[in-house]
């Protein structure tokens, strides 16, 4: 190529630092600048799932019914309406749930998934066990694990009677991990 | 001149780029490697672009809202005229181009072509590999039925078992509390901006290393790779016994990615589009989720494994793994390349291949 250097020659300087240098590295720090105090309110918006949970603020009591509406010594499907919803949700903010009253007052609410990896137990009355089509889960009546690949019994709600009202305390997924906020705590890990 | 030369010459002046697309179409390639084994990329990044483009068109109907995706998938299939169509070549699609960039990986693997100096090729390719799963997958969660509700219940569930981060975890894959509206916001996102992105970025990396420093060289019993000869060799070769890539090898390429189109069209016409199943209702229960084809094996393993072992393997395994893929260029980066002198890595490969195949088989 024949074309000549477009720019003048740099004037002698002791240091070695030109004015174009210096120009050129005030600007790569603006630039740092700009990006940094773009990309705070970006983590914000992009950490809102975890945020907006904090401190709880994803579970709320709600109401499975009338207490009449389950026997006692039986174990029913019940469903709500997830605490936390949007318009667009469809039906998958309809949630169910395992009912057992057990006498009474005297109730356990189970969640519907299985403490392997989330698939819906089913309640077969005959044999009074729960069990996941998935991976084959099997627990006991009260929760317990019987058999199978889960770590532990079937997750709880905390719940409670109101008005003649059965209440449980939901609003999230329960996992592994984000089950302590659905525990009563009185019931322990199974083997 | 003719007029079309000359067109030709106003747009060569401007955009410069005449010689670099000559000099790819003619550089040479080692006549033994102008082979039908070397066909399994050049098919994958065909179904690629078939996959961008059904994409695009399924996008201009689908509706992203878990309210309504189950609703413009059956208009897909019903109302839209061959609708069903583009959602079963879609579908097809991505099995084929699972399938196509694992038998890619297997012969890459088997010709010893991860070795000096295709190291970075190998380990972008192995990135590949995962987008294109993050594609099936994030894929079968759009399909918003009740196998991807479920699915996606899975996914939470594996992501909850890390330790002390768990719960930060699920709630950022759901997007929220429950799988619901935002949940299928940021598969969709992911699926269509995110995903497809890396991949552009990715596979034109991918192929501007295979054209810089060449395709691999048939594998021969006693040609030694070795760092320091390896550049000079492989000049010399395509010197003595190069012929140009256009037309000498391929011809093969376009010839195999033709048949692969048209038997993707075939098993859209003859088996239709996947789903969707049931209507995504979590109340109800009378389902029994199962993922598509490329993950089988998982779900059946996680029905086998014993409970005391299933987290450290679900969360040290995929590590395991993906930490092997990347490093193998450096484990054995010189050394033979034929599958004739590599005893151990054939018996590894067949044995994946086997437990991957029994596995599927025991899910199905």
């Known amino acids: 190529m024949s074309s000549q250097p477009m720019e003048a020659p740099e004037p002698n300087n002791k240091d070695g630092i030109s004015r174009r240098d210096v120009f050129a590295k005030i600007g790569l720090l603006l630039n740092g600048l700009a990006v940094a105090v773009l990309a705070t309110p970006v983590v914000g918006y992009v950490l809102s799932p975890i945020l907006r949970g904090e401190r709880g603020r994803y579970k709320s009591w709600v109401s499975l019914g009338e207490l009449d509406e389950f026997p006692e010594g039986q174990t029913r499907l019940a469903k709500f309406q997830n605490p936390v919803s949007s318009s667009w949700d469809g039906d998958t903010d309809h949630i169910p749930c395992w009912v057992r009253r057990i006498s009474g007052e005297q109730f356990q609410v189970f969640a519907i998934n299985c403490a392997h990896l989330g698939c819906p137990v089913r309640w077969f009355a005959q044999s009074s066990l729960f069990m996941c089509p998935c991976h084959g889960g099997v627990y006991y009546q009260d929760g317990s694990r019987a058999s199978g690949p889960p770590p532990r019994g079937l997750f709880e709600y905390a719940y409670k009677v109101e008005n003649g009202k059965l209440m449980i305390e939901a609003g999230q997924l329960p996992t592994l991990s984000t089950t302590a906020k659905l525990e009563t705590g009185s019931r322990g890990c199974q083997g | ?364």
């Open chain 2, 1 to 364: 001149m003719s007029r079309l030369k000359q067109i030709g010459d106003w747009f060569g002046a401007r955009l410069q780029i005449g010689p670099a697309i000559r000099e790819s179409m003619a550089h040479p390639v080692p006549s033994k490697s102008a082979s039908w084994w070397y066909v399994f990329g050049s098919a994958a990044l065909t179904v690629f672009i078939l996959q961008v483009f059904t994409g695009i068109l399924l996008a201009i109907i689908y509706v992203p809202s878990a309210a309504e995706a189950w609703n413009s998938l059956q208009y897909l299939n019903h109302g839209v005229t061959l609708g069903w169509f583009l959602r079963g070549v879609h579908g097809w699609g991505s099995n084929f181009m699972c399938a196509l960039v694992l038998i890619h990986m297997c012969q890459v693997f088997l010709f010893g072509a991860y070795k000096f100096p295709r190291e970075l090729t190998w380990i972008v390719g192995v990135f590949l590999l995962l987008l294109t799963l993050g594609m099936a997958f994030t894929g079968q969660v759009l399909r918003f039925d009740q196998d991807a509700y479920w699915g996606l219940g899975i996914g939470a569930s594996i992501v909850g078992r890390v330790p002390l981060i768990g719960a930060f975890m699920v709630h950022m894959l759901l997007g929220g509390p429950i799988i619901a509206g935002d949940t299928l916001s940021r598969f969709f996102a992911i699926h269509v901006f995110v995903i497809p992105g890396l991949l552009f970025g990715l596979v034109s990396l991918h192929l501007l290393m295979v054209l810089k420093l060449g395709i691999n060289d048939w594998p021969m019993p006693g040609r030694i790779v070795r760092r320091s000869t390896y550049l000079k060799e492989y000049h010399e070769l395509t010197q003595k016994d190069g012929v140009p890539f256009v037309p000498e090898a391929v011809w093969k390429d376009m010839f195999f990615s033709a048949m692969i189109i048209v038997s993707v069209m075939v098993c859209a016409v003859f088996f239709g589009p996947f789903g969707p199943s049931g209507y995504p209702d979590p109340t109800i229960i009378q389902t029994v989720p199962k993922p598509d084809f490329f993950f089988q094996w998982l779900y059946a393993m996680l029905a086998l494994l014993p409970p005391e072992v299933e987290t450290p393997l679900l969360l040290i395994g995929p590590v395991i793994g993906i930490g092997f893929l990347v490093l193998l260029p450096f484990i054995s980066g010189e050394g033979e390349k034929s599958w004739r002198r590599r005893p151990i890595a054939v018996v590894t490969l067949l044995l994946i291949a086997v437990s991957l195949g029994t596995f599927t088989q025991l899910a199905s």
